[in-house]
């Protein structure tokens, strides 16, 4: 048995305010022996999304042996375009690495000291530096098992080390780093994360820019791509770069190229719909250019695609439809939530440590229990309560990696009522009018109701589907404008067991396909973690019922 790892994604922010800057989604994992013990994103546990604070959490954590080490342990850090050092709050685990000059397929020697309380002397651990880069890449690993041979792994992000775009060659057996920049990628990801057109529709404000991203792509399904847009923004640099334009600025600019169109900003007003949907289709055809590029020097087999970029379900779903590939595979925690896993499985191979295989539920830090047996009757009551358009809340053991919830941490109910669904993303979540909620539902049941085969994307709600005709109607609530839907699927008992259970007796018994599947959590919370911030939560969003650990809590 080798030492663990500790892997950190906790790079310091420039700026100490209330909201994210520069750096945001701070975790933390746990790996030994090329098996994840612990992870932790720390907006669960700290209920600040976004937080990047992990310096004033992490001596905290480990004093209240929320996270568990021996007094000897290895440990690499996920950088970031920002820097490399962490230090602890009180100084007593400190780590520094030189700066990361040149993008190499290597881990990075780092110092790394951990103090004894109270001044009683400490020891220095093996420390390593990780590029953002390769830790989004390598967050794949432990979701899909080693890279294939002869593929292309691609990182595309708002921001890394050295670019926000990078691209890596897998070879008999070995990394080779293809390219990263700044430019090929970077005009394009502003569109979700520093472009002023985008904020002033969606009446974001700067420091929103971590939800941003979710919330235009929600939105452009409301529109359609227009060439006269494109070549307006082309023509105003798609007003990327939010502090060098006014919101009166884009409005005149509307004005003299299109007539009295938009007269204020109002997410019901038509061509801002269809200039959302030109952003997208803009992005869209960046990824797949590259790609293309990419494909005509190396005719790659298989691509590996992360990076916060990757949870862009619209531009995932054309990759797939372009048949450049084989298979494509992206982790459930693409974003920065992953870069702890990604390092630490980066590191557990440098060791020579086997990966293992694991389901996305993994955040289970500062749980106090995370088993739990299923018991028949409650899945019986949960689907009679479902049934009468009750919608209940689901916390069932460890939660869920990454932004989306996969039926460990999710608001469910019937899929085929659009008052049903606004009423769960207005009403109860309070989210904007214009956001989607998507369905879960088992893969057969997805196979069907697209006439296509379900890739493994689907497992982690990472691509779009068009439903056909016949079964739009029962899936209402869940179908977009455009007759998409970003479907969740099950496959087996051993994916998730309560969610299998479910939708097998809904179906059996009721004819129901489909069920609601959202986050549990309110507009601007993190999504609950423990049993006792999910019965708080559950209360105040008065929801109709509640399953903690596969038991059924009726609240009304």
């Known amino acids: 048995m080798s030492k663990p790892t500790l892997a950190i994604y906790g790079t310091k922010d420039r700026d100490s305010g209330e909201y994210p800057a520069f750096v945001h989604d701070h975790n933390l994992c746990v790996m030994q022996d090329g098996k994840i013990l612990q992870y932790l994103q720390l907006e669960r546990y700290s209920r600040r999304k976004y937080d990047n604070r992990l310096d004033q959490f992490i001596?905290?954590?480990?004093?209240?042996?929320?996270?568990?080490?021996?007094?000897?342990?290895?440990?690499?850090?996920?950088?970031?375009?920002?820097?490399?050092?962490?230090?602890?709050?009180?100084?007593?685990?400190?780590?520094?690495?030189?700066?990361?000059?040149?993008?190499?397929?290597?881990?990075?020697?780092?110092?790394?000291?951990?103090?004894?309380?109270?001044?009683?002397?400490?020891?220095?651990?093996?420390?390593?530096?990780?590029?953002?880069?390769?830790?989004?890449?390598?967050?794949?690993?432990?979701?899909?098992?080693?890279?294939?041979?002869?593929?292309?792994?691609?990182?595309?992000?708002?921001?890394?080390?050295?670019?926000?775009?990078?691209?890596?060659?897998?070879?008999?057996?070995?990394?080779?780093?293809?390219?990263?920049?700044?430019?090929?990628?970077?005009?394009?990801?502003?569109?979700?994360?520093?472009?002023?057109?985008?904020?002033?529709?969606?009446?974001?404000?700067?420091?929103?820019?971590?939800s941003v991203p979710g919330k235009l792509m929600g939105f452009a399904s409301l529109g359609h791509?227009?060439?006269?847009?494109?070549?307006?923004?082309?023509?105003?640099?798609?007003?990327?770069?939010?502090?060098?334009?006014?919101?009166?600025?884009?409005?005149?600019?509307?004005?003299?190229?299109?007539?009295?169109?938009?007269?204020?900003?109002?997410?019901?007003?038509?061509?801002?719909?269809?200039?959302?949907?030109?952003?997208?289709?803009?992005?869209?055809?960046?990824?797949?250019?590259?790609?293309?590029?990419?494909?005509?020097?190396?005719?790659?087999?298989?691509?590996?695609?992360?990076?916060?970029?990757?949870?862009?379900?619209?531009?995932?779903?054309?990759?797939?439809?372009?048949?450049?590939?084989?298979?494509?595979?992206?982790?459930?925690?693409?974003?920065?939530?992953?870069?702890?896993?990604?390092?630490?499985?980066f590191l557990e191979m440098k060791k020579g440590n086997p990966i293992k295989s694991h389901d996305p539920y993994l955040c289970n830090a500062g749980l106090s229990t995370t088993q739990y047996k299923i018991d028949p009757s409650n899945v019986d009551a949960v689907a009679d309560l479902i049934m009468k358009q009750g919608v209940v809340g689901i916390c069932n053991g460890p939660a869920e990696i990454g932004p989306r919830a996969l039926g460990n941490r999710s608001l469910i109910a019937l899929a085929n009522s659009k008052m049903l669904a606004a009423k769960i993303s207005m009403d109860i979540k309070r989210r904007e009018w214009y956001r989607p909620v998507a369905p879960i539902m088992l893969k057969t049941n997805a196979e069907l109701v697209t006439n296509q085969k379900v890739s493994?994307?689907?497992?982690?709600?990472?691509?779009?589907?068009?439903?056909?005709?016949?079964?739009?109607?029962?899936?209402?609530?869940?179908?977009?404008?455009?007759?998409s839907a970003r479907i969740q699927t099950i496959a087996n008992e051993a994916e998730n067991p309560f969610m299998f259970h479910l939708l097998t007796h809904l179906q059996q018994k009721y004819g129901i396909i489909a069920l609601i599947n959202t986050s549990f959590n309110a507009q601007g919370e993190p999504i609950v973690h423990t049993a006792e911030q999910a019965l708080q939560s559950a209360r105040k969003m008065n929801l109709d019922g509640i399953v903690i650990n596969g038991k059924l809590e009726v609240l009304k």
């Not at 938009?262 to 959302?276: G, I, M, R, S």
């Open 456 to 483: 493994s994307l689907a497992k982690y709600m990472l691509q779009d589907f068009i439903i056909k005709e016949e079964y739009r109607s029962q899936m209402a609530g869940v179908v977009h404008t455009n007759n």
């Open 225 to 345: 791509y227009r060439h006269e847009i494109e070549g307006w923004l082309q023509k105003n640099n798609f007003f990327n770069e939010c502090h060098k334009f006014h919101g009166a600025d884009i409005l005149n600019s509307i004005k003299n190229h299109f007539g009295n169109v938009c007269k204020e900003f109002d997410t019901h007003n038509k061509f801002l719909q269809d200039c959302a949907a030109t952003l997208q289709h803009i992005f869209n055809e960046a990824i797949l250019n590259k790609l293309r590029t990419l494909q005509e020097q190396y005719r790659c087999d298989y691509l590996y695609y992360s990076g916060g970029c990757a949870l862009n379900i619209v531009a995932n779903t054309k990759i797939v439809e372009s048949g450049l590939f084989k298979d494509i595979f992206i982790a459930p925690c693409c974003n920065d939530s992953g870069l702890s896993i990604g390092a630490a499985t």
């Open 59 to 210: 001596d905290g954590l480990l004093d209240d042996k929320v996270i568990s080490l021996p007094e000897d342990f290895d440990i690499v850090c996920a950088n970031d375009f920002t820097g490399n050092a962490f230090i602890s709050q009180s100084g007593r685990l400190h780590f520094e690495a030189n700066h990361v000059e040149n993008l190499s397929p290597e881990l990075i020697p780092a110092h790394a000291f951990l103090n004894k309380p109270k001044g009683q002397g400490g020891q220095k651990l093996n420390a390593w530096c990780c590029p953002h880069e390769l830790a989004h890449i390598y967050s794949c690993v432990p979701f899909y098992g080693h890279f294939k041979e002869n593929s292309l792994l691609v990182s595309f992000d708002g921001a890394s080390s050295l670019g926000n775009y990078s691209a890596f060659l897998y070879r008999n057996g070995r990394i080779s780093l293809i390219e990263n920049n700044w430019n090929d990628l970077g005009f394009a990801s502003k569109f979700f994360n520093d472009n002023k057109l985008s904020f002033r529709t969606l009446n974001a404000v700067p420091y929103e820019h971590c």
